[in-house]
């Protein structure tokens, strides 16, 4: 395998290279299967049958601290990565780890949001807009999820095996799949709670 | 679920389908450990990564889909060949116009363009496999097994029946309580994602592997094709996972996407159904394009006419196969607005398309056509998919569509644009590239039998069905009375569905006669043809090219054979680094069909079981560190000398 | 190859001159059908004709231009493509298209509005519903209700108000107008008129499930006396249409001819307006713009 030193590690190989494009090119179809949620949740939001609307069910304190949690993940993600690329370990999976925390908390948040829908009566079944929210949200956190189990498989590679092209690579990739996601969470954030609210 | 309810009864031809398929399972493994050749297969095939072979058993996999999708075909035929014929009941003709539906374009039409594709892009580019051949491993299985799921359902729980396009809300629990559609969900959606990771494969490898020298605009015209095929999966195919995943929550889990009360809306899923539906014709189209210009400009000895609009052409026609999904459904009630601008976005796509047509009519001009049997069903492939195309646009005019939409008018039009334009081509690629695979020529006499034989016989078989259409026969009726006078025009469909059958069975017993008989083939380029591929000694070894060719422009293996000049630089050989086999991806297809079988049923804790199985072996490979081999120079020296038969 | 293009051009004679025996389509009994049967000959002619330059080309190239004619030292040409045969092949179809797109907007237009000829007249209201396999009939102002036949006058506009209790369904009369879906959740409507009296077969055309081939009724089109006696006939002996009796129609099945003297309007109204589907409980104005696209005009009817 051909190293290429005058690049960064995760750029250094050939193979390295293609990885990260087809994850860009996965990313593309990711964006497609959002906008494709979206365009479901956009067409369904009003469509609340007998169940209750949006208005009646958001609340702004969790969302604003899941907003704020997943806005610091993707920072603290940048920063281990900025560690990475000056080949320092220890502090790149320091803030891999705060990463994953938070992501963690998220999580933790949104299963508490759905358990309080649930108990108030909105649940998946109750109306097209209700089933539409939680397929979304729900896609989304099963990311979430994903990339947590993801992250902690990336960070016991590093730790075990050190930044090497592979690990370095394979970090990178991941980073790109967790800044994705907060850009997708945006999007819920405006969306669907900030004008399901008004 | 009672357990009698599990498997169909009820009906002789299932209780047949039971007993063959209990045989050849049986058989299969007997066969194996008789002849020895477990290892064999497991080594050889199931776990390779090698572009071709996975090529290879994409096409044997497609074949057998059309013959499962064929049958089903000839059964529907003959039902409705007479009146008032008991041959099928309702319930059992809707499951198999259903699943020949299916069959025919997810697991006929896309595993033979991909097994195609496969076979043909990294040696038509200069590369030694695709960016990535573990991934590429996982596709064929997501995509074999989604198939197999499928197939299953024939005989267990019972098959899909609301169409091929399962519209809500026949295709809901309410309307179709069985497993039918649970079957449609879980295995498309399995084969789906294995489409989708085809489509990123393989723009990566295509534009990241070619040879050097190779720019954008000297591509050959099948990989150009490719290309662009390849963005529309990638675009197309999430809005499918997406449509499957909200069909599987409506019937299994009880939301109200498609619902009749509760806010659903049943156009919806139509309108998600043909944002990917309409591209998917195109992703089957495209590809048949491809293969076309590549057969024509051979065969015509001259260069591909007007190559730079060709490329624009097919960039057109695939932004707008995005813009024209209402067409499908203009009697939806839209107004007239909506149905003018999707009837004008269709039209257009004519235009394109008409480019195409010509240009390959001027590549035929001042050429030198030699009429082999690939070239036939390309050349019958331009007047035939042309009544194909100017149906379409009539289809296309909203208006007159009130009145061909849902009758055997549209049932003609869309075969008149899939068979000849991709079957033919499939078929056509297959005898192209058939030696280069396998080593020796497909017989060309049986070759051009088998082409009359289905060239005449197609138009026999459906060129009834637009008379029959304008005269208000509907599609999907499995009987109809007499005195409609519908009888003598269907028969006539059904003798040519049956001159259709012998063209297709001289095809599989030329390739039987052929292995056996043809006379083998030494230069690796018995068609004297134009691109990079030809320049690989046949059957092709396993790294490809030795030496990675050098291109300076299109056509580039023509000149080099015209002027005398090698093809690569000067210089020896080098080690070269290949992938190392690997067995996950099948295990990972297995996994999938269990936990798809499971899903179907509702059986969750052995459906979690699998799910957790699929992810241990996601978080086996997280883990895994495999940096291939190198084969050594005197090994590809070896294998270069025994295959060219001469020191280069 | 030649004998298939000539039995093709062959057909295609027998459709247009519609010798003794005339295809569906092309006979049609009303001015929408009739409009349509227009549009598609039209079509069919431009289309032909485009045909026909294919055909001669391609003959001309094989013919021409095959090995075995040619001598055998015959090097054929690089050809790059010519700019002026490309801008030719490009502006034709491109002028074909728009001359189509002209045709198809007016004609689609003119279809989806009452007929120009009656275009002054009181349309007569027909609520066409349907559920596995049949069809209900609903004439508000008459208040009777037939099943799996409908009568109505001549030379007289018609609106078809179409939904349906169960899958979607094709509302399609072929020799007075083209089909459009009836759906669960919403109201669409057909515009026709009948110019002679007669018998037309109409049948659901969108797949609905086990009995879908057997969902057809007859469309019998009377002269005003003789509707205004069938109607007076039909008060006179048909029993009244309870819910219960109604419910009863709506199981599956395939049942015969149906009449009573009230419509289930009154208690199962038809999901137009304040009872669309996509309007339960919510009483803000929630039109927006996806939701308009996919219904377009007869969301707000």
Known sequence: MKI?????????????????????????????????????????????????????????????????????????????????RLGNKKAMMTFFGITLLFGLVFLGVEITEFVTYVHEGATMQTSAFLSALFTLLGTHGAHVTFGLLWGGAILMQVKKRGLTPETANKSFIFSLYWHFLDVVWIFIFSFVYLKGMM | MKWDEFFVTGEPMIYAAMVSIVLVSIAIPVGLTYFKKWGYLWREWLTTVDHKKIGVMYIIAALLMLFRGGVDALLMRAQTAVPNNGLLDGQHYNEIFTTHGIIMILFMAMPFIIGLMNVVIPLQIGARDVAFPRLNAVSFWLFFFGAMLLNISFVIGGSPDAGWSAYFPLASLEFSPTVGNNYYSLALQIAGIGTLMTGINFLVTILKMRAPGMKLMKMPMFTWSILITSVIIIFAFPVLTVALALMMLDRQFGTQFFAMQNGG?????????????????????LPAFGIYSEIIATFARKNLYGYKSMVYSMVAISLLSFL??????????????????????????AIPTGVKIFNWLFTLRRGKISFTTPMLYSLAFIPIFTIGGVTGVMLAMASADYQYHNTMF???????????????????????????????????????????FIAISFNVTFFPLFILGLNGMTRRMYTYSESTGYGPLNMLSMVGAVGLTIGFILLVYNIYWSTRYQPREVTGD??????LEWSTPS????????????????????????????LTEEGSYEPIHMPNNNGQPFIMGVAFFFFGFFMVFSWWIPAIIAGLFILGTMTYRTFEQDHGHYISVEEIEQTENALRGEKK | MKKKWLLISSFLLMILS???????????KGPQAKTISDTILFSILMMAAILFVVYVLFAFMLVKYRASKLADDYEPPHEEGSKWLEITWITIPVIIVVILSVVTVRSTLEVESTPKAYANEEPLIIYASSSNWKW??????????????????????????????????????????????????????????????????????????????????????????????????VKDTAPKLTEEEFNQLLEPGVLGRKTYTSTHLEFSPAPEGENAGHHHGDDMDMTHETESDMHGEHQHN
């Open chain 3, 18 to 28: 519609g010798c003794d025996n005339p295809l569906l389509i092309f006979d049609p």
């Open chain 2, 265 to 285: 809306m049943d156009m919806l899923w139509a309108n998600l159904f043909w944002v990917w539906g309409h591209p998917e014709v195109y992703i089957v189209i």
């Open chain 2, 324 to 349: 024209v999904w209402v067409h499908h459904f203009y009697t939806m009630g839209h107004g007239v607005m909506v149905n003018s601008v999707f009837s004008i976005t269709t039209m257009a796509i």
């Open chain 1, 4 to 84: 290429d030193h005058s690049l960064p590690l995760e750029y250094s190989t050939e193979e390295n290279k293609m990885k990260i494009l087809g994850f860009w090119i996965f990313l593309g179809a990711e964006i497609v299967l959002f906008s494709t949620l979206f365009a479901v949740y956009f067409t369904l939001q009003n469509n609340v049958g007998n169940g209750p609307a949006g208005s009646h069910i958001f609340e702004l304190t969790p969302v604003m601290i899941e907003t704020i949690v997943l806005l610091s993940s993707s920072f603290t993600i940048g920063l281990g990565i900025h560690a990475m």
């Open chain 3, 136 to 233: 209900h009939f609903s004439y508000p102002e008459e208040g009777i209700e037939t099943v799996n036949y409908v009568n109505f006058p001549e030379d007289r506009p018609i609106e078809f108000k179409l939904y349906s209790y169960g899958p979607i369904s094709s509302f399609w009369i072929p020799q007075l107008a083209g089909q459009k879906y009836a759906m669960s959740d919403m109201v669409t409507t057909i515009h026709l008129a009948a110019d002679t009296p007669g018998s037309y077969m109409g049948k659901n055309s969108n797949f609905s499930g086990k009995d879908f081939a057997h969902m057809e009724f007859e469309a019998q089109v009377l002269t005003a006396k003789q509707y205004d006696e069938w109607v007076q006939d």
């Open chain 2, 410 to 452: 549209l049932v003609a039009h869309f075969h008149y644009v899939l068979i000849p334009g991709t079957v033919f081509a499939v078929i056509a690629g297959f005898h192209y590239w058939f030696p280069k695979l396998f080593g020796f020529k497909l017989n060309e006499k049986l070759g051009k039998w088998s082409f009359w």
């Open chain 2, 526 to 531: 018995p068609w004297d043809a134009r691109s």
């Open chain 2, 539 to 566: 059957p092709v070894p396993e790294y490809n090219f030795a030496k990675t060719p050098v291109v300076d422009k299109l056509d580039a293996f023509w000149f080099a054979k015209k002027e005398g000049k090698p």
